[in-house]
């Protein structure tokens, strides 16, 4: 049977004047727990990690291990545009009992390969005895990660695997091929759960699932099964989610607004869904939820 973990990326709640919304933040860590997917994400893309500031994230790190933690691993991002921030986090998130890390490769500036290598050097450091998965995104951070460099990356002490978004199944194969059987892979496109798994990856890293779990964990099933037209009928109604919902932290914002779960709005600056959208968001919640 092929690993299919399920790692949820997490929507952080904000008020609507800009402020953190803590309550609304732990109910939506609360409705992950009880998601049964395997691991949650925290303050990655999803949490607008670049809108979040020292004291915010002590505060959304501890929430999370203490919602989350009893029933499923949490990973927390840290990266930042600098080793030396990037490092501070994970002090922060070690003092509260974090043992899982990722972090995505330095942005805003042009890098280095050897800078980028340096930088995961002194953030596997700091992580120590914990684990650390590489962030890859190269459309959000500007930098490209080539095989050879995820191959010295994956030799650093702490280095366990990588989360890699918006790279094509060829370009996933590629880091497969060059790195240890028990490198963990995670793609970050939702609805490629199975796909993935073909270029040798073992899970999904989806923002989706925070919202509607049931249809991930109903096409992991299926993909472990024998029923092709169950399998087929699984990817369609992740399809489906995926088409309404997709990568849009505003529209998951609004399924837990007409769920009752959190009240909440994003910090950055992405457009609210209009009544057309928030029709689609409401029938896929009532269909799937």
């Known amino acids: ?11 952080t709640s904000f008020h609507a004047d800009g402020s953190l919304d803590v309550d609304g ?5 609360r409705y992950v727990a009880r998601s049964g997917n395997e691991g949650a994400f925290v303050l990655g893309t999803t949490g607008e990690f ?23 691993r949490v990973i927390v991002h840290v990266g930042q545009p600098s080793a030396y921030e990037a490092v501070r986090r994970v002090r922060i998130a070690r003092e509260l009992g974090a043992t899982e890390f990722a972090a995505l490769t330095p942005y805003y500036l042009p890098a280095a390969e050897e800078a980028v290598f340096d930088y ?3 953030v596997s450091a700091a992580v120590g005895d914990g684990a650390l998965s590489v962030y890859v995104y190269p459309k959000r951070s500007g930098i490209q990660v080539s095989p050879a ?19 094509s199944l060829d370009e996933l194969a590629a880091y497969r091929a060059v790195v240890r059987d028990d490198f963990v892979l995670y793609t970050g496109a939702d609805r490629e ?6 270029a040798g990856a ?38 489906d ?49």
């Open 1 to 11: 049977m092929s690993r299919r973990d399920i790692v949820t990326a997490i929507p």
């Open 25 to 29: 933040s732990r109910e939506i860590f």
């Open 50 to 72: 670049p809108a979040v500031d020292d004291a915010e994230f002590r505060t959304l790190v501890e929430i999370a291990l203490a919602e989350l933690a009893p029933v499923m």
């Open 120 to 122: 995961f050097a002194q």
């Open 149 to 167: 460099l995820l191959a010295r990356l994956s030799e650093l002490p702490a280095v366990v695997g990588a989360k890699v978004s918006e790279l």
């Open 193 to 198: 759960l199975v796909a993935a798994g073909s």
């Open 202 to 239: 073992q899970g999904v890293v989806s923002g989706v699932s925070s919202v509607l779990p049931r249809p991930f964990r109903d096409l992991a099933r299926a993909a472990d099964g024998d029923d092709e037209s169950a399998l087929m009928r699984a990817q369609a109604a992740v399809d």
């Open 241 to 289: 989610v995926v088409a309404v919902i997709g990568g849009d932290m505003a529209r998951m914002k609004a399924a837990y607004r007409h769920m009752g779960i959190a009240d909440g709005v994003c910090r950055m600056a992405l457009i609210e869904p209009d009544a057309a959208a928030i029709a689609e968001i409401e029938r896929v919640v009532a269909a799937y939820r």
